[in-house]
């Protein structure tokens, strides 16, 4: 394999967690009469963390964006996907097969707080193909689409960012993986591809099977 290391983003890549943080996001956002289409809240908080976003949240609503607020978010969201989460098709698979390659030099380097990281891999399988290796962008000073959880990731693994892969599935993330100077691969199943092209991904795929011979 002609990467020192490996960094996956998690939702998106590693789990099918979107669809279901986004559903109980909108419904929060509608209790406080801000009324979304799950497009439209797609479009707006995918690849983000719902903190960043404050200012649009509270223009929306009319009300603060409070810690009570958050901590009332993440508890229905986590209970969310301890319920419903799937792991994303053939990523088990496409893991197992980069982290025997490696020799385990893989990371999960998230935009999500820890605790959702942990959760999601945990309930999928995943944990252990990580453990150690997990890096939250919310324990960062910036998080994506800025560098720095990649960055602290390729550290963690005594690897140079130019010589890491980075598999991502938003442009944010994409963007930050690029910022760090990584080579990224950008798992796009549905989507704008050529948006993704255009940003300077090496390649865009849309099977997580099809990963480990793209990283080869």
Known sequence: MRFEAVLFD????L???EPVVNRVLREMLAERGW???QEECMALFVGKMVRDERERIERETGQPLTEEWLTAFRARRNAALEAELNIVAHAREAVH???ERLDARIACASGADRHKVELQLRKVGLHAYFDGRIFSGH????SKP???VYLAAAAALAAE???CAVVEDTLTGAAAGLAAGATVFA???QGDAEAFRRAGVAAVFGDMAQLPALLS
Do not use: I, K, Q
Not at 10 to 13: F, L, N, S, T
């Open 10 to 13: 998690c939702d998106g890549v």
């Open 15 to 17: 789990v099918d967690s």
């Open 35 to 37: 009324a979304l289409t």
């Open 97 to 99: 097969a980069v982290h």
């Open 139 to 142: 324990e960062m000073p910036r």
């Open 146 to 148: 800025h560098p720095d």
């Open 161 to 163: 960012p130019r010589r």
């Open 187 to 189: 798992y796009v199943p």
